[in-house]
């Protein structure tokens, strides 16, 4: 079993910056990849971007040049750092972890943006 735990939501302005951050816990040797999804008002949830366990990153098309995912091993923790933030961007954002058979999702945390 695997738990995940995002937290670094909030209020920010347009083209302001947000980090989100995911932590892991319990079999996590057992993970291959951790993505960030988000649904946002009347769309499904939908991939932002994830880290695979060599390290390799990969972005929805909106995400490229603004949003960029990293982790730290030690703290079992993957990061959503959000740069220049649309109203568009306001939403719920979720962590994912991904077993060989298996994914994992934490509770969500709600990134809203204000034009």
């Known amino acids: 079993q695997v738990r995940l735990v995002e937290t670094g939501g909030g209020l920010v302005q347009a083209g302001g910056s947000l980090r989100l951050a995911c932590a892991l816990s319990?079999?996590?040797?057992?993970?291959?990849?951790v993505g960030w999804y988000r649904q946002t008002p009347g769309n499904q949830r939908g991939l932002v971007g994830e880290?695979?366990?060599?390290?390799?990153?990969n972005y929805a098309d909106f995400a490229k040049g603004r949003f960029t995912i990293s982790r730290d091993n030690a703290k079992n923790t993957v990061y959503l750092q959000m740069n220049s933030l649309k109203p568009e961007d306001t939403g719920v954002y979720y962590c994912?972890?991904?077993?060989?058979?298996?994914?994992?999702w934490g509770q969500g945390t709600q990134v809203t943006v204000s034009s």
């Open positions: 994912n972890a991904k077993a060989t058979i298996t994914n994992y």
């Open positions: 880290i695979a366990s060599g390290g390799f990153t």
């Open positions: 319990g079999s996590v040797s057992r993970i291959n990849a």
